[in-house]
């Protein structure tokens, strides 16, 4: 599975951007996928994620401002990220697990597949 993310970019604080990410997974409706996060000396971290039912989950400090979908005939996931701050600064990777289970993981070491990340600067 080979994944790409795209529409990092450099926004001011309070803006918005758009993630996309897309796989090349036969049967992407059967994996869950994940953004996750690293920002500069700092170790990487779980974002958001969805699952192939369309469960969700977010990290606490995204929450209620990031949010993630997919579409699986187009095999793509999105991360709309809103009122952006400082501190959500980092390289975003996309990530993708297969599984059936009900409950995503915020866990990287439980996806298999990741893209290279991209950039997302949040100006102050």
């Known amino acids: 599975v080979q994944l790409q993310a795209s529409g990092g970019g450099l926004v001011q604080a309070g803006g918005s951007l758009r993630l996309s990410c897309a796989a090349s997974?036969?049967?992407?409706?059967?994996?869950?996928m994940g953004w996750f996060r690293q920002a500069p000396g700092r170790e990487r971290e779980f974002v958001a994620a969805?699952?192939?039912?369309?469960?969700?989950d977010y990290a606490m400090s995204v929450h209620g401002r990031f949010t993630i979908s997919r579409d699986n005939p187009k095999k793509l996931v999105y991360l709309q990220m809103n009122t952006l701050k400082f501190e959500d600064t980092a390289v975003y990777f996309c990530?993708?697990?297969?599984?059936?289970?009900?409950?995503?993981?915020?866990?990287?070491?439980?996806?298999?597949?990741w893209g290279p990340g991209t950039q997302v600067t949040v100006s102050s």
């Open positions: 990530a993708a697990r297969w599984s059936r289970l009900t409950v995503v993981s915020t866990n990287t070491n439980d996806y298999e597949y």
């Open positions: 969805i699952g192939w039912n369309g469960n969700t």
């Open positions: 997974a036969r049967t992407f409706s059967n994996y869950h």
